[in-house]
């Protein structure tokens, strides 16, 4: 009997240890997943906090109705001085890409025209023409030469934007009724309304809200002591940031400036695209240098409203 006893005694012990070990590892399992789950957090927080960012918006601080008077008054001597330099444009172009369908760099040249022709086209490494994009407000022309096809329609065309032929050299919705003026740093022609001004935080200049004839809005950084746009965010129709571009690295042409670096950065397409720009020359330009026939031997594709012809 007292062997069992010992026996059942000892099983007991066992018993218990096990029950210990148990609790142990529960709290073990337990501490685990609290550390999964915050790795995982931590893991998500770059892109939550690019996705923050990416709707983020300027707010300035308030100034006195004197000041705000001033930056008017300044802000539409630079639109009146606008109207001497909207002509054709020519630049070489590097362009360095980071989206989700490219990274890298591209060379090339650009030519646009007030107030929505473009030019774009791209060079290999021997100089060789692979890529022509054609544009204007309405429609697009692109063409790809080293595949041999060509794309027309119109530059609204599809629902999903990323979808355009063109869409991993240049945003899908980058405003082409715009162009001439979004590349060069400077305002779209037609009267513009400054609604509010607000002195930048943590920048030197001020920020604009304008409206244009249209109705559409935009916000703009103002450098009132460079007389410059360093900065130019579209905004949507619920107030929100779209497109915005900013211009460094401004050189003197004659009367008037022009940016040497353009960075383009749609949070909608997740595309983040700069471009390079040197040697700007004003061109003696026609609607026939932004016109390109396309080769019989090439394959086309018609790009009407929402679909696709071949």
Sequence with gaps: ??????????GGYI??????????????LVLFYRIKRLSFFFFLLPSLLALISCSYLPRGIQ??????????????????????????????????LKSTWLTGSLNGYLQIMPPDRLKYVVLDPLGRTQVILLADGDNFHYLSLSEKKS??????????????????????????????????????????EVDRVRRAKNEDGYWLEIKNDAGGRSLILFDDLRQIIRQYIIL??????????????????ANFKLPGLVSLDSPEHGADIRLRLTDWRELSCSEEQFHYETPGSFESEQWEGESRTQ
Excluded: W
């Design 236 to 253: 949507d129709r619920n107030g929100e940031r779209g497109l915005k571009f900013t211009y460094e690295d401004y050189r003197p042409r």
């Design 15 to 28: 018993a218990e240890r096990l029950r210990k070990i148990k609790s142990k590892l529960s709290g073990y």
């Design 63 to 96: 100034i006195s109705d004197h000041e705000a008077r001033r930056i008017r008054a300044e802000f539409n001597d630079l639109l009146a001085s606008q109207e001497i330099h909207q002509r054709c444009l020519d630049s070489r172009v590097v362009i360095s």
């Design 1 to 10: 009997m007292a062997t069992i006893r010992r026996l059942l005694d000892f």
């Design 151 to 192: 794309y027309r329609g119109q530059v609204k065309a599809v629902d999903h934007l990323s979808e355009k032929p063109y869409a991993k050299y240049i945003p899908a919705d980058f405003p082409f009724d715009r162009s001439f003026y979004l590349l060069t740093g400077t305002i779209f022609a037609g009267p513009v």
